[in-house]
């Protein structure tokens, strides 16, 4: 398997496993209650929806523009992003992982707003003790943790890239 389709694995393995935990959710956990508390009330298992963007960005738009918005302008980008992947040399093997944790994340939420009436389950909260204002975390899910550790790892490498010693002369 080459080098550039090897990490689509990360993308089919978040997809997967963003699924498999929001259908154990959907049929375990009552809409709107907390299954679990963990670490003195730090981390909540709960179950919401959001039929928005990250901190429910988007919420009050009428339906039609939320379905351009959020999920067809997301499936030109993740396009472009996949052929990104495949076509680029520059990317660095750091980067194209990153990219397709990225994918899996943004393909498991976009699943979730195509097939799913309430659209995206959301069930993991996290108390942060007022940092930013909040109390807990907005509410997320494995998609959303995805997309964010991917693209955190992302921009660090693109600050601090790695030096290539290929052909150095060493």
């Given at each position: 398997m080459s080098r550039k389709v090897l990490p689509f694995l990360l993308t089919l393995f978040i997809v997967a496993l963003d699924q498999l935990t929001k259908m154990w959710i959907v049929l375990k956990v009552p809409l709107g209650t907390i299954y679990h508390s963990f670490l003195n009330d730090i981390i909540w298992i709960v179950h919401v929806r959001n039929s928005a963007i990250g901190f429910?960005?988007?919420r009050n738009l009428p339906v039609q523009v939320k379905h351009?918005?959020?999920?067809?302008?997301?499936?030109?980008?993740?396009?472009l992003l996949v052929i990104y992947v495949l076509r680029s040399k520059e990317i660095s093997?750091?980067?194209?992982w990153a990219v397709c944790g990225i994918l899996g994340g943004g393909i498991g939420n976009i699943i979730d707003r195509v097939f799913r009436d309430d659209w995206v389950v959301d069930f993991m909260s996290v108390k942060v003790f007022g940092?930013?204002?909040?109390?807990?975390?907005?509410?997320f899910n494995i998609a959303d943790a995805s997309v964010v550790i991917c693209a955190i790892l992302l921009m660090i490498s693109l600050l601090f890239p790695q030096?290539?010693?290929?052909?150095?002369g060493k």
């Open positions: 429910s960005i988007g351009v918005l959020f999920i067809i302008l997301p499936l030109i980008l993740l396009a093997s750091l980067q194209r940092l930013f204002g909040f109390d807990r975390w907005p509410t030096k290539s010693i290929e052909g150095d």
